[in-house]
């Protein structure tokens, strides 16, 4: 380390810690304990709560000279100052002694929590928090057990305040310590709460309309030192110490995030395990200790009481529930019939060993194994992915970020959490995309462009880095060009590629000039650098890996050229209703899923899968950090994880493949996978000590976040890392052709109407609409006034909407959000016009 | 009260300058309409990029400024030790029964709005009524009446 370490003396104990350690961190790393409340280790500290007061003293010195004025035994003179300091303020000095268990210091924080006690109801016993309160510990550890304050001079303040749809605010239990304002300001990037008032009146209010409608809401409640803050999940759920703690990821979005599934036994289940929460697990170099509220809130699909529970098979034209044996017997004459004329669609939803025993088994058979998730680039994350060790929490100056093509606010809110941290730190982020989006605010360059032109506009910035001739028509002038020398001057690129407007053609293009980007850079192959796709599904990388590749744009000629198909973990024909035609008929098809999809309902065999809480298994993320979850809660009926099944399946065909456990599974991937050689289920489990501290018997410190020592996951090598001489050939964009109507542009809403969102009703009040976005010149020339009803024509069908208007966004472009109802598959130009 | 939006924005600009700007746009505004309104607020906190919740937060802090309309005369009558003990609150009795208000209200024609504050830091002119920034010492009943009367025929009333 080339910081400059200062030395100081903490309770006798010796201390060095670098330059501008506050005095409370300095402590807390020679392992001495200071209690704080507003103090919290990931945003700048402000002295409110008073609970860090120290004794400090330094050095004297001789006023003429400077000197340090030494005693009779050699040793430096100390002064103490005054009066009692806020350690949590002070930062360290050379010579220092800081005494934190002195008489004086000790008296001082009883006083302090004497007085937070004043105004706080005590309720523990029907307090959410209680159990793991960082007020309820310190006061047993440091308060004086009784109160001279007289029981009717108490404030009374409101206790059910509903700061938002999720978030339940308790005023009485607030102790003004300022983390959740501090945290949306600083954090979350989102400053919708404060303070209003002052001295003994002062309160937490919250001004986003709807009210604390922030996408990072749930950390608060992590981060509350006291039961002020809850969520309406786990209100009056459960006791803190009553529940089981099982490490899981994260199957929203590709970022990732290690979870901690706390469970219960309950009467009312059958005495069955349930999630009655779900908290982040500390990993600094994927989520921190944060998640976002989609992760925290959507878990209720994974137990749903309208999951599949029993194998069904088609009888008569009817779906009958029939035993395994029959059903795979069934589904596997069928499949064997096909011959070579099977297909698999898969999605990135499932586990690593799901898709390679799928991919294993269709290359058994001679079919063909199809990725459902129409993005391109997986192979291109392979060569130059991040490389190992990135961590984008330590992105800063000198460095650039350059994200197209997604709004990673609403595609995965961590990420852009991390990027607009890096922003803030002082990378330069450059953000290309056909709208504005949130990331815009921190951008220090934005690059706008016409959907359709998004690799056009990638290969413009090629051109202005390489100079390349065969380029030149691609040239363009400002601001590409300041950005582009902003990315070529940087020491560290990291390339966000989304796939918001394109087809999969123009994804594979888009993709391509990124790679290209990178290697022209040479940011590839090493730390901090490379290329990450924004998946559309959590573990996409993962199938990739596997083997599975997109159907490149014609699922519905794969499909009809099928005799079978399999299909696991998607819902084609709820996505694209289109699609059922090609998948009718007497092509046999069997349909792997969680829940009765339109799919499902075409099957001829439907199987039941259990979800990621009831097995265990492998994710590989968006970063290519392979990571494992575990069982958390017994399965549900008779279903059973996908790889089994996939097992079974191929017993039953004649196949073998390993039916033991998913971690010899995984052996078999370590095996034929060369980037996963190096892995297997116990180096998954590794995990080091990581700063800051949280979850231990200190949560004042660093929250209710849990500690991870369930693994903090492997991240794979790009194959850059061995391979330097890469050479990635990037590809013209399809040409752009004119057609009439609107384009139509599926976007990305956090808050979907999809299967895995829906059954958490407490997310209701905040998913989102389906209406139709437009510019504010098309709604004028369409008639449409903000509000109004139109009629979507596309693919044949009509759709009633909604129609708004807004600033930003493009003419000639209607958005509407995938997964409300109304299923797109691709942008595509349709005929908008007012309802009559 | 309608309050023409560009008439506020107005004001915001001649103070705005950057984010520390907030409590002096504020000021200028509460001096104008004697309160801070709504479309205020909100102007002031995108005109100077500060959080609304932060805009909200300064106006509730500080006592200068108030969220409600207040009248054309804020009298504050000091409940310091000094104008306690010297007969403050029979002043704050009589105004209240002659404005039939309480203190922290305003009259409903917006004419009037009654204070109590703390300390004004003159202690020895005690008690004293500050009408609009115009101290008046050593009060008594009478010449609290007096003044009143003055107000209410300025305005008319009587």
């Known amino acids: ?836 | 009260m309608q309050i023409p939006v560009s008439e506020i924005h107005e004001i915001i600009d001649r103070e705005a300058d950057d984010e520390g700007s907030i409590i002096s746009a504020l000021e200028k505004v509460q001096q104008h309409y004697r309160y801070l309104p709504k479309e205020a607020l909100i102007l002031a906190s995108q005109r100077l990029g500060v959080p609304l919740s932060q805009a909200y937060a300064v106006a509730t802090f500080y006592n200068a400024f108030s969220l409600k309309p207040k009248g054309k005369y804020c009298l504050q009558i000091c409940m310091g030790t000094a104008c306690h003990v010297r007969g403050s609150p029979q002043l704050l009795d009589q105004m209240e029964t002659k404005f039939n208000i309480k203190a922290g209200e305003t009259t409903p024609d917006h004419l009037f709005t009654l204070e109590t504050v703390n300390c004004l830091g003159a202690c020895a002119l005690g008690p004293i009524v500050v009408v609009n920034d115009e101290y008046s010492g050593q009060m008594t009943v009478q010449k609290s009446d007096a003044l009143m009367k003055r107000l209410i025929r300025k305005e008319g009333l009587d």
């Open chain 1, 1 to 836: 380390m080339s910081e400059e370490l200062v030395r100081l003396k903490i309770d006798d104990i010796d201390v060095r810690v670098p330059k501008g350690t506050k005095v409370v961190d300095a402590a807390k790393q020679a392992g001495i304990d200071i209690p704080v409340f507003c103090h919290h280790p990931k945003i700048e500290s402000v002295g409110m709560c008073r609970m860090c007061l120290v004794e400090i003293g330094t050095p004297k010195r001789d006023r003429s000279t400077g000197e340090k004025l030494l005693d009779e035994g050699g040793q430096p003179q100390i002064e103490f100052w005054p009066k009692l300091e806020t350690s949590c303020t002070t930062p360290v000095s050379e010579g220092m002694v800081v005494k934190v268990s002195s008489e004086k210091a000790i008296e001082g924080r009883k006083q302090i929590l004497e007085f937070l006690l004043t105004s706080h109801p005590l309720d523990c016993p029907i307090c959410d928090k209680g159990g793991e309160c960082s007020l309820q510990d310190l006061v047993m550890e440091h308060g004086s057990g009784e109160s001279r304050f007289l029981l009717e001079d108490k404030k009374h303040q409101d206790k059910h305040v509903q700061l938002g749809d999720l978030i339940v605010l308790d005023r009485e239990r607030c102790i003004q310590c300022a983390r959740c304002i501090r945290f949306q300001k600083e954090v979350a990037g989102d400053p919708v709460l404060a303070f209003a008032e002052r001295g003994r009146n002062i309160e937490i209010v919250t001004f986003s309309d709807p009210g604390f409608n922030s996408y990072f809401s749930g950390n608060t409640t992590d981060i509350c030192p006291v039961g002020a803050l809850t969520t309406v999940d786990f209100r009056f759920g459960a006791r803190s110490w009553e529940m089981d703690a099982t490490a899981s990821i994260c199957t929203h979005c590709p970022v990732g995030c290690n979870l901690m599934l706390n469970t219960r036994r309950e009467a009312r289940a059958n005495g069955r395990q349930v999630i009655k929460r779900v908290m982040p697990r500390q990993n600094e170099q994927v989520n921190e200790i944060w998640i976002c509220d989609k992760g925290r809130f959507a878990h209720h699909f994974a137990t749903s009481e309208e999951r599949l529970t029993k194998p069904l098979v088609r009888i008569d034209g009817k779906l009958i529930e029939t035993s395994w044996k029959k059903a795979l017997e069934h589904a596997a004459e069928g499949l064997k019939a096909a011959g070579e004329g099977v297909v698999g669609l898969a999605s990135g939803r499932v586990s690593n060993e799901d898709l390679f025993n799928f991919h294993t088994l269709l290359k058994s058979v001679g079919g063909r194994a199809i990725l459902s998730d129409s993005q391109a680039g997986g192979e291109l994350v392979q060569q130059v992915g991040v490389g190992k060790g990135t961590d984008l929490g330590a992105l800063g100056a000198g460095d650039a970020i350059l994200v197209i093509a997604s709004d990673l606010h609403e595609e995965a809110p961590i990420w852009w959490q991390r990027v607009m941290g890096a922003a803030k730190r002082g990378a330069t982020l450059v953000v290309a995309n056909a709208r504005k989006t949130r990331l815009d605010d921190y951008a220090g360059h934005v690059v706008r462009y016409r959907y359709q032109e998004a690799a056009r506009t990638g290969l413009g910035l090629l051109q202005a880095i390489t100079g390349a001739k065969d380029l030149s028509k691609f040239a363009s002038d400002e601001p590409l060009k300041s950005a582009a020398k902003a990315l070529t001057e940087a020491e560290n690129l990291v390339i966000f590629c989304g796939v918001e407007g394109l087809t999969y053609a123009e994804s594979k293009s888009l993709s391509d000039v990124c790679a290209a980007i990178l290697v022209e850079t040479k940011n590839v192959g090493r730390a901090q650098n490379g290329l990450i796709a924004v998946w559309p599904k959590n573990n996409t990388q993962g199938a990739w890996d596997m083997g599975l590749r997109p159907a490149e744009g014609d699922l519905e000629k794969a499909f009809a050229d099928a005799k079978a198909v399999y299909i696991m973990a998607v819902d084609p024909v709820g996505d694209d209703p289109s699609l059922a035609e090609s998948l009718e008929g007497d092509r046999f098809l069997v349909v792997q899923e969680l829940f009765m999809t339109p799919t499902a309902e075409l099957a001829d065999v439907v199987l039941p899968a259990q979800s990621f809480v009831e097995r265990e298994g492998t994710f590989t993320s968006g970063e290519r950090r392979v990571q494992r979850f575990y069982p958390a809660v017994k399965a549900l009926g008779e279903t059973k994880a996908d790889w089994r099944i996939i097992t079974s399946l191929a017993a039953s065909l004649g196949i073998e493949l390993e039916d033991s456990s998913a971690a010899a599974v995984f052996l078999q991937i370590a095996e034929e996978t060369e980037a996963y050689a190096e892995i297997n289920y116990q180096s998954l489990a590794e995990f080091e000590e990581q700063w800051p501290p949280v979850g231990e018997e200190d949560l004042y410190y660093g929250g209710t976040t849990f500690k991870n020592r369930q693994g903090l996951g492997v991240q794979v090598a790009p194959a850059a890392e061995q391979d330097q001489s890469l050479k990635i050939q990037w590809s013209a964009p399809p040409e752009f052709k004119g057609k009439k109507g609107y384009l139509l542009v599926p976007v990305v809403e956090l808050y979907n109407r999809g299967a895995t969102v829906m059954p958490s009703e407490n997310l209701h009040p905040r998913l989102a609409s389906p209406v139709l976005w437009m510019s504010l010149k098309d709604a004028k020339s369409i008639g449409v006034i903000q509000g109004a009803q139109v009629e979507l024509l596309l693919d044949g069908r009509t759709e009633e909407l909604q129609a708004i208007a807004e600033e930003g966004i493009p003419e000639g472009v209607v958005l509407l959000g995938r997964g409300l109802g109304v299923p797109i598959a691709e942008p595509q130009y349709v005929e908008v016009r007012l309802k009559a």
